[in-house]
Nanobody, 123 residues
Framework: QVQLQESGPGLVKPSQTLSLTCTVS??????????WSWSRQPPGKGREWMGV???????YYSPSHKSRTTIARDTAKTTFSLHLSSVTPEDTDKCYC???????????????WGQGAQVAVSA
């Protein structure tokens, strides 16, 4: 059973970079033709896909997030991370990591989700 768990600071100041880590257990992030995605959900809105790092290390981002988003991985620790730069209060939301398909982008299949990490941007 694959499990994912997000971690990171719950409060970030405007203009800083938000960094979250997703720890994966029960599976590899380098095999299986799968992707490891980040999504966000602003208050009162639906979940929005931000980007993915594929099993081979390739990264893909949604057009609306590409300019400020970086997704990386640490294969030794079986983790992957989200870095969102120049945050503003409008970036206050809940971020989720997930294992997804990579054949189509945005992904059509979401197989496993983390519980989500609440992030607030405030001075």
């Amino acid at each position: 059973q694959v499990q994912l768990q997000e971690s990171g600071p719950g409060l970030v100041k405007p203009s800083q970079t938000l960094s979250l880590t997703c720890t994966v257990s029960g599976g590899s992030i380098t095999t299986g033709y799968r992707g490891w995605s980040w999504s966000r959900q602003p208050p009162g809105k639906g979940r929005e896909w931000m980007g993915v790092i594929a099993y081979d290390g390739s990264t893909y981002y949604s057009p609306s997030h590409k300019s400020r988003t970086t997704i990386a991985r640490d294969t030794a620790k079986t983790t992957f991370s989200l870095h969102l730069s120049s945050v503003t209060p409008e970036d206050t939301d809940k971020c989720y990591c997930a294992r997804t398909s990579v054949q189509d982008l945005p992904p059509k299949e979401y197989e496993y989700w983390g519980q989500g990490a609440q992030v607030a941007v405030s001075a």
